[in-house]
Structures are given as structure tokens and as C-alpha cells.
């Protein structure tokens, strides 16, 4: 099975908005750090995807 473009971009739309929703409802260091994790791996899926 293979990952398509549209998968791909739906995967970054997807932990930037869970990113979003962590840093807005959670406040401990560790679900913080959660978001981070997200946006770190959204960015490398962009990298990729480019």
C-alpha cells in the first residue's frame, strides 16, 4: 500500500490542527509537548511531500 500526495497533505492538515487543539485545551509540560512532537513530524512530512 502506498501513500499518495493527498494522504500525505491530509496527514499534515491533520497534527497541525491537533497541534492547535493541544496548545489551546492543555496546559502540562507534557501534553505540550505533544503538540511540539506534531508540528515537528508535520514539518518533516512538508519536507518530504516537497
Known amino acids: 500500500m ?3 500526495k493527498t494522504d500525505m497533505q491530509n496527514l ?4 497541525e ?8 485545551y492543555c ?3 507534557c501534553e505540550l509537548d505533544k503538540a511540539r512532537q ?3 513530524m ?4 512538508k519536507n518530504k511531500l516537497n
Do not use: H, W
Open 42 to 45: 508535520s514539518k518533516k512530512l
Open 2 to 4: 502506498e501513500i499518495c
Open 12 to 15: 499534515i492538515r491533520l497534527l
Open 17 to 24: 490542527k491537533s497541534a492547535e487543539l493541544i496548545d489551546e
Open 38 to 40: 506534531c508540528r515537528k
Open 27 to 29: 496546559k502540562k509540560p
